[in-house]
């Protein structure tokens, strides 16, 4: 299932995206009709209490695709407002699993790979508070200093638990969405200094959507997860367009460490909830800073590239949607 939220004639609701992409159906319209009052209108608030509902919200999801009921409730997704499907998570954290940005970003500041990367899966906590969907991102003058997107997937947690092993942690993923990371990298650098990871340079938007797909939809894209690691991994095709023009390319897969093992990472000696949002780190190429570092290795002179007011950030994944952001100045 895909999980959306979103505006219709002025009501928030969650809602189902159908199959083919084109319509989707709210579920608290069809709680109305059904004379059972669906509560929830973001995801973090259906997963924390699915256990009395999931029957429910299957039962209708198959009366919908196989036998075509509650068609005339649909409504075309080009003409509601989506919204991110987590208005506020838990708690939101963000990974660093993938060794060709680290890579890249470390040898384009003339620094040596850093062997901790292959002990342990890391991540720092980002502010759940300012989580946004697709639409504008208002940002103030300083994060125009080096204005940076982050092509991202993030899981969003469906169980609770505490010292979850690898080999059961994907028992715990509700579903995946895209997720950027919008970083002002000239305060991010001055604040990284300091040892204490990034704050200022992070904490001022995180785009989430433009829906939450659950795991059992990824079972056709499953794969093997790299040698000597435990988990899912999914060959699900990542790309980056700034401006209508594709510049970053990836697959999920492609992530040394799995989602498994970094809520194993999690987890250890602390208690994770359903609603927490767990991001990968950056995909191999996407993000500016690999991107004009690497240009600037082979061609020293080349101006670098930030993003300004106006510029479109669209990232893609297979299955995953397309989450548009456009930049404004406060």
């Not at 059972?36 to 198959?62: H, K, Q, T």
């Not at 200022?200 to 690691?229: M, N, Q």
């Amino acid at each position: 299932m895909k999980f959306v939220r979103f505006v219709w004639q002025g009501e928030e609701a969650l809602g189902l995206l159908d199959r083919s992409g084109k319509f989707v159906l709210s579920l608290n319209g069809v709680g109305r009709v059904l004379g059972r009052r669906f509560p929830f209108r973001d995801v973090e608030s259906y997963v924390a209490n699915r256990l009395r509902w999931e029957g429910w919200v299957e039962w209708i999801y198959r009366r919908y695709h196989e036998q075509g009921d509650f068609e005339e409730l649909q409504i075309p997704y080009g003409v509601v407002h989506v919204l991110s499907p987590v208005r506020k998570p838990v708690s939101l954290r963000d990974g660093y699993a993938f060794r060709q940005h680290v890579e890249a970003a470390r040898r384009n500041r003339g620094l040596e790979m850093i062997p901790e990367f292959d002990q342990f899966p890391v991540f720092y906590f980002s502010n759940a508070l300012a989580v946004t969907g697709p639409g504008p991102i208002y940002v103030e003058s300083r994060h125009l200093e080096k204005l940076d997107f982050e092509l991202e997937v993030a899981v969003l947690l469906g169980k609770s638990g505490r010292n979850i092993p690898a080999d059961r942690a994907d028992e715990y993923i509700f579903g995946y969405m895209l997720m950027n990371d919008w970083s002002a990298r000239a305060l991010q650098m001055e604040e990284m200094k300091l040892n204490l990871g990034p704050a200022k340079g992070k904490d001022f938007a995180i785009s989430l959507g433009p829906w939450v797909v659950t795991s059992d939809e990824l079972e056709p894209y499953r794969t093997t997860p790299p040698s000597g690691h435990v988990g899912r991994a999914y060959r699900l095709a990542l790309q980056a367009e700034l401006n209508g023009v594709p510049i970053s390319y990836g697959y999920l897969s492609d992530m040394s460490w799995t989602f498994a093992e970094i809520i194993e990472r999690v987890s250890y000696g602390v208690e994770v909830v359903p609603g927490e949002v767990i991001g990968s780190g950056t995909v191999g190429t996407g993000c500016l800073l690999e991107l004009n570092g690497t240009r600037r290795r082979s061609q020293p002179e080349a101006p670098e590239r930030w993003l300004q007011p106006g510029d479109e950030i669209c990232l893609i994944g297979q299955e995953l949607g397309q989450l548009v952001n456009t930049i404004r100045a406060v």
